[in-house]
């Protein structure tokens, strides 16, 4: 596609449910991030894949947070029994490459918000 | 573990004026350094990035930073600003290229 594609753009939800969040990177890129941007903050590292292989989820809070790219490309950030502090702006990133050298492409974020 | 800093969480300057913007970074190994944009309900975009070689790099709507590695430091800089350069910037550094770490961000605002 032409852009990293993100949804919903907006989530609201009751603390205690699950919720999962979807991105669709660019076409053809190989490493897929996700971030975490609370607001007044900078975007802070969660996970992310290379094709549909899990290289680093040390950003991940908890047990409670799970992603996954099984055809490497589409990916699924998966919340379980979501907490107030878990509102935030969740947002995706595509790059062509796994070096520094190739650019992350940013999506529009999901804003979730657990009430 | 690395670390960024941007002291000036929001920045108001004149529309043609000359701004620079703060990054500090703390790392005990070699890193690459990137700033991004953020206009609002959009997602980040990069303005430039070092790499390696020259310190003084050139990124798009006449942004350029510099690297200073005695000083740990990466600031912005555009010589006059245009009412489209208001929006949300951060800072960003690397040492694998895998785990990207983000300042807290500057909003710069232009005022006409």
């Known amino acids: 596609g032409a852009g990293v594609s993100q949804s919903p753009r907006y989530k609201v939800t009751k603390r205690g449910q699950d919720v999962a969040l979807r991105c669709d990177p660019i076409?053809?890129?190989?490493?897929l991030y996700w971030y975490r941007q609370a607001l007044g903050q900078g975007p802070e590292f969660l996970t992310y894949?290379?094709?549909?292989?899990?290289?680093?989820k040390s950003g991940l809070p908890n047990d409670r947070f799970s992603a996954e790219r099984p055809e490497g490309s589409i990916s699924t950030l998966t919340i379980q029994r979501t907490e107030q502090r878990d509102s935030a702006m969740y947002r995706c990133?595509?790059?062509?490459?796994?070096?520094?050298?190739?650019?992350?492409?940013f999506g529009n974020g999901t804003r979730l918000t657990v009430t | 573990a690395q670390s960024v800093t941007q002291l000036d969480s929001q920045v108001p300057v004149f529309e043609e004026a000359p701004v620079e913007l703060r990054c500090n970074y703390s790392?005990?190994?070699?890193?690459?350094l990137f700033w991004y944009v953020q206009y609002p309900n959009q997602g980040l975009q990069l303005l430039l990035k070092?790499?390696?070689?020259?310190?003084l790099v050139k990124g798009i709507n006449g942004f350029e930073a510099e690297f200073n590695k005695s000083q740990t430091s990466f600031h912005l800089r555009k010589p006059s600003v245009h009412i489209s350069d208001t929006a949300e910037y951060f800072c960003?550094?690397?040492?694998?290229?895998?785990?990207?770490?983000f300042g807290t961000g500057t909003s710069l605002t232009v005022i006409p």
């Open positions: 990133a595509s790059s062509s490459g796994q070096s520094y050298n190739s650019p992350l492409h």
């Open positions: 076409s053809g890129h190989v490493s």
């Open positions: 894949f290379n094709y549909e292989a899990q290289q680093d």
């Open positions: 790392s005990s190994v070699s890193v690459y």
């Open positions: 070092y790499l390696s070689g020259s310190t």
């Open positions: 960003a550094v690397t040492t694998t290229g895998n785990q990207f770490y």
